[in-house]
T-cell receptor, first 117, second 115 residues
Framework: AQTVTQSQPEMSVQEAETVTLSCTYDTSESNYYLFWYKQPPSRQMILVIR??????QNATENRFSVNFQKAAKSFSLKISDSQLGDTAMYFCAFMKHAGGGADGLTFGKGTHLIIQP | DVKVTQSSRYLVKRTGEKVFLECVQDMDHENMFWYRQDPGLGLRLIYF???????EKGDIPEGYSVSREKKERFSLILESASTNQTSMYLC??????????????FGPGTRLTVT
């Protein structure tokens, strides 16, 4: 079984600052995917960024980037130039590779990120 | 854009009632999932389905069942609702196409209260 740990229940930063959310995971799988999801106060869960474990290059999506350290089983999310709209719950999630992607996500407990004006 | 819809945003039921939560996706996705979300616990997988009439138990299937008669629709059933099933329920879907990263698309959630 996999576990995902997010050690920061809540974080607060000023607008335009850079913030890093931490995530560690434990697995015996060698082929898997990692995701960061965002859940704004309206509750719709949105994918922020994804990383395939076999790729060494860290994924980036505009202001969002990850630091994927496979050996350390670490997958942190960096948000640059933070904006008020980034205020949300952020969940780190793990999925082992399965045929046809047919496997559920294992989530961390989430980090509540608050961007202060 | 992928759209995943859930039949109700809010639902109030009484203990012992049979409850149906419906989920529909419009992207011809093979895989569909049900999670429950509780404060401080994150999201936990209840059941998933990789094809019509196929289902697999997730991490917390006790007290729940599912039905998938059509590809686009996945139902979560609480046979006899109990107060400890008060929660937010999220449905998700993903493609089964080989070579994709299988990201899951989520519905808006159903806040179920059992009294």
């Amino acid at each position: 079984a996999q576990t995902v740990t997010q050690s920061q229940p809540e974080m607060s930063v000023q607008e335009a600052e850079t913030v890093t959310l931490s995530c560690t995971y434990d697995t015996s799988e060698s082929n898997y995917y990692l995701f960061w999801y965002k859940q704004p106060p309206s509750r719709q869960m949105i994918l922020v960024i994804r990383q395939e474990a076999y790729k060494q290059q860290n994924a980036t999506e505009n202001r969002f980037s990850v630091n994927f350290q496979k050996a350390a089983k670490s997958f942190s999310l960096k948000i640059s130039d933070s904006q008020l709209g980034d205020t949300a719950m952020y969940f780190c999630a793990f999925m082992k590779h399965a045929g046809g992607g047919a496997d559920g996500l294992t989530f961390g407990k989430g980090t509540h990120l608050i961007i202060q004006p | 854009d992928v759209k995943v819809t859930q039949s109700s945003r809010y639902l109030v039921k009484r203990t012992g009632e049979k409850v149906f939560l419906e989920c529909v996706q419009d992207m011809d996705h093979e895989n569909m999932f049900w999670y429950r979300q509780d404060p401080g616990l994150g999201l936990r997988l209840i059941y998933f389905s990789y094809d019509v009439k196929m289902k697999e138990k997730g991490d917390i299937p006790e007290g729940y069942s599912v039905s998938r008669e059509k590809k686009e629709r996945f139902s979560l059933i609480l046979e006899s609702a109990s107060t400890n099933q008060t929660s937010m329920y999220l449905c998700a879907s993903s493609t089964g196409t080989s070579g994709r990263t299988y990201e899951q698309y989520f519905g808006p959630g159903t806040r179920l209260t059992v009294t």
